[in-house]
């Protein structure tokens, strides 16, 4: 059985910085893409940041590109965002994805992702 589990979230004010890590269970780590999604009231699901396997590419939102980090450690199995210089606009649900293909993970689309962790809630008070 696949887990994802996600944590750090939290309440941050705006300029704040906050680390997202999640942790899998049940899969082949490193052969998978793993990606950072974020869900807003009323908008949809969007990719912030995704990884490839080896963690030697990875690919951003052009809205986090310069503030927005993302590591893994295949040893662990564990994936993390390093969010900086934080926006109210990033307050979101934040959720973690594993994709068995580097090129299907770029595409940045829910179907394409075949697990997910149940999410972290992420604040940014202005």
């Known amino acids: 059985q696949v887990q994802l589990v996600e944590s750090g979230g939290g309440l941050v004010q705006a300029g704040g910085s906050l680390r997202l890590s999640c942790v899998a269970s049940?899969?082949?780590?490193?052969?998978?893409?793993m990606g950072w999604f974020r869900q807003a009231p009323g908008k949809e699901r969007e990719l912030v940041g995704a990884?490839?396997?080896?963690?030697?590419?990875?690919h951003f939102a052009d809205s986090v590109k310069d503030r927005f980090s993302i590591s893994r450690d295949n040893a662990k199995s564990t994936v993390n965002l390093q969010m900086n210089s934080l926006k109210p606009d990033d307050t979101a649900v934040y959720y973690c994805?594993?994709?068995?293909?580097?090129?299907?993970?770029?595409?940045?689309?829910?179907?394409?992702?075949?697990?997910w962790g149940q999410g972290t809630q992420v604040t940014v008070s202005s």
């Open positions: 049940g899969l082949t780590f490193s052969t998978y893409a």
């Open positions: 994805a594993a994709s068995w293909s580097w090129s299907a993970a770029l595409v940045g689309t829910a179907p394409n992702y075949d697990y």
């Open positions: 990884v490839s396997g080896s963690g030697g590419r990875t």
